[in-house]
């Protein structure tokens, strides 16, 4: 069965980074996508970056593109998300999600597998 643990969050200051990172188990075909998605109390939950993990496509939303990095390490069946020049804004839980697809994904209801979360804030 497919497990996906994150782990990484934690409190910042605005400006600072984090990593997040995503362990996963189970996964038994190689045309799968990961992702990474948020939520904020009372907020909807958002798409943050995708990748595929075999041809490392990528596609990240619009307004985190160049503060945010998506990447995964095959060997150790890993993903990651580098998150730089933080913002109170991006205080929310952030899951990480898998689906099998030949193709990237970016919206929630694509995606099968979902971990708990981790929580990060960002303190103004």
């Known amino acids: 069965q497919v497990q996906l643990v994150e782990s990484g969050g934690g409190l910042v200051q605005t400006g600072g980074s984090l990593r997040l990172s995503c362990a996963a188990s189970?996964?038994?075909?190689?045309?799968?996508?990961m992702g990474w998605f948020r939520q904020a109390p009372g907020k909807e939950r958002e798409f943050v970056a995708t990748i595929h993990w075999s041809d490392s496509t990528t596609y990240y939303a619009d307004s985190l593109k160049g503060r945010f990095t998506i990447s995964r390490d095959n060997a150790k069946n890993t993903l990651y998300l580098q998150m730089n020049s933080l913002k109170p804004d991006d205080t929310a839980v952030y899951y990480c999600?898998?689906?099998?697809?030949?193709?990237?994904?970016?919206?929630?209801?694509?995606?099968?597998?979902w971990g708990q979360g981790t929580q990060v804030t960002v303190s103004s």
């Open positions: 189970g996964l038994s075909f190689s045309n799968y996508v």
């Open positions: 999600a898998a689906v099998f697809s030949r193709l990237i994904r970016t919206r929630q209801n694509e995606y099968t597998y």
